[in-house]
């Protein structure tokens, strides 16, 4: 469990200047009216799906293979304006990182807090089912405004950016939980504590179960939101962020805790938390991070990719 980013000088050694400098100017568009931000970030999202071919190849594919009743212009469509919000979620970080609380307060709205507000008075360990949108660094932040959470997070191979995550994704929250610290999540879970899960990627065959996601009928799904309910003795809640129409501002929003959950089938239960990720995006299709590729764990070792 990491509690606290950890500074040391070696992170000032020359090969990591260039970084630190565009770190700087980072820290600067914080300042920025919000819309000149995503303005600016929906260009770079656009000049972004020029250069980086192989990205495109994936976002395409994942839309085509998610939804094959949408047309061509369609999908062309949905696809170039998703390159926008993933330029502007650049911002969405910076804007997690180092706003100020009192900023962060003016440009958040929270719904649905009848469904999470009796969870945390009574101290139940609480799992935000989540899903990877591009807004979600700011979900986590606004969330910590009113009641500091965990996150689990994969830690990050740079150091300066593992420390510059590190502390960003703690300023109003208590702690980050490595991905593959099971143990800590439950424990954390048993302290009346609340965690964000994200179901939604492929993590490889090893720990996968393969249930229908979208039109795809075999995918990859994790079900670990199985086994930390259970050992937690968890509440699990379908948590969502979005960045508003007017980019002016950001929406998180609980559901209603899920009832019989874990069920009797942790294969049931990846059915049904597949169902709830679907309903999510649906929300705001062009908000989710669809570069990932979702589908590349097939349920034979010789089934050809879906990304050829």
């Known amino acids: 469990m990491v509690e606290k980013a950890q500074f040391s000088s070696h992170l000032y050694h020359p090969k990591y200047w260039l970084l630190w400098l565009?770190?700087?100017?980072?820290?600067?568009?914080?300042?920025?009216?919000?819309?000149?931000?995503?303005?600016?970030?929906?260009?770079?999202?656009?000049?972004?799906?020029r250069v980086i071919a192989k990205r495109v190849h994936t976002a395409q594919r994942n839309l085509q293979l998610c939804f094959p009743e949408m047309t061509d212009a369609e999908l062309q469509a949905l696809l170039h304006e998703n390159f926008e919000q993933t330029g502007k979620a650049i911002f969405d970080t910076i804007n997690a990182w180092w706003w100020s609380d009192k900023?962060?307060?003016?440009?958040?709205?929270?719904?649905?807090?009848?469904?999470?507000?009796?969870?945390?008075?009574?101290?139940?360990?609480?799992?935000?089912?989540?899903?990877?949108?591009?807004?979600?660094?700011?979900?986590?932040?606004?969330?910590?405004?009113?009641h500091p959470g965990m996150g689990v997070y994969r830690p990050?191979?740079?150091?300066?950016?593992?420390?510059?995550?590190?502390?960003?994704?703690?300023?109003?929250?208590?702690?980050l939980v490595?991905?593959?610290?099971?143990?800590q999540?439950?424990?954390?879970?048993?302290?009346?504590?609340?965690?964000?899960?994200?179901?939604?990627?492929?993590?490889?065959?090893?720990?996968?179960?393969f249930v229908p996601f979208f039109a795809v009928e075999e995918a990859a799904t994790i079900t670990g939101a199985t086994a930390l309910a259970k050992l937690g003795k968890a509440k699990?809640?379908?948590?969502?962020?979005?960045?508003?129409?007017?980019?002016?501002?950001?929406t998180i929003e609980f559901q209603a805790p899920l009832d019989n959950?874990?069920?009797?089938?942790?294969?049931?239960d990846a059915k049904r938390g597949n169902q709830i990720i679907e309903q999510i995006i649906n929300r705001n299709k062009s908000q989710y991070m669809w570069l990932h590729r979702r589908?590349?764990?097939?349920?034979?070792?010789?089934?050809p990719s879906l990304y050829k």
Not at 295 to 303: A, G
């Open 178 to 183: 490595p991905k593959k610290d099971v143990r």
């Open 185 to 209: 999540m439950v424990r954390s879970l048993r302290a009346a504590n609340v965690i964000w899960y994200t179901a939604d990627q492929d993590f490889g065959r090893s720990s996968a179960t």
């Open 22 to 49: 565009g770190v700087a100017v980072m820290r600067l568009t914080q300042f920025l009216p919000m819309r000149f931000q995503m303005k600016l970030g929906a260009a770079i999202g656009t000049l972004a799906k």
């Open 236 to 250: 699990v809640v379908p948590f969502l962020v979005e960045r508003n129409d007017t980019d002016t501002g950001y």
């Open 295 to 303: 589908f590349k764990t097939r349920p034979n070792v010789s089934d």
């Open 261 to 268: 959950f874990p069920g009797e089938n942790e294969i049931e």
């Open 156 to 175: 990050h191979n740079n150091p300066v950016m593992e420390y510059l995550q590190v502390k960003g994704r703690l300023r109003s929250n208590k702690a």
């Open 103 to 146: 900023k962060v307060q003016q440009h958040m709205t929270i719904k649905g807090q009848e469904h999470i507000e009796p969870l945390l008075e009574k101290g139940q360990g609480v799992i935000l089912f989540a899903v990877h949108c591009l807004p979600l660094e700011m979900g986590a932040r606004i969330f910590g405004q009113m």
